[in-house]
């Protein structure tokens, strides 16, 4: 069983920047994919970034340019630097790992963002 913990959300106001952390129980140097999601009330949880074990990226066309994600083997951490951020950004942004061909999830951290 593999533990996530999200933190770093908050209120932030239009073009401001928020970074999301999530902590693994696991090494983040021996999972596969690891990233990040986000979910609307109504809506399915959409994909906004990953980095896979040999540091490949992947972003949401939505969030190109303005999002960074990045690890912390030694930490086992992931990061979620986003900027210039905008009221459709406001979503609970989740925390997944792929480790032996099972995902887990974090809680969720909720992102707001006022316009």
């Known amino acids: 069983q593999v533990q996530l913990v999200e933190s770093g959300g908050g209120l932030v106001q239009a073009g401001g920047s928020l970074r999301l952390s999530c902590v693994a129980s696991v090494s983040t140097f021996s999972v596969n994919d690891i990233g990040w999601y986000r979910q609307t009330p109504g809506q399915q949880r959409k994909l906004v970034a990953d980095?896979?074990?040999?540091?490949?990226?992947y972003y949401a066309d939505s969030v190109k340019g303005r999002a960074t994600i990045s690890k912390d083997n030694a930490k086992s951490t992931v990061y979620l630097q986003m900027n210039s951020l905008k009221p459709e950004d406001t979503a609970v942004y989740y925390c997944y790992v792929d480790h032996r061909s099972i995902r887990y999830w974090g809680q969720g951290t909720q992102v707001t963002v006022s316009s």
């Open positions: 980095i896979s074990s040999g540091g490949t990226t």
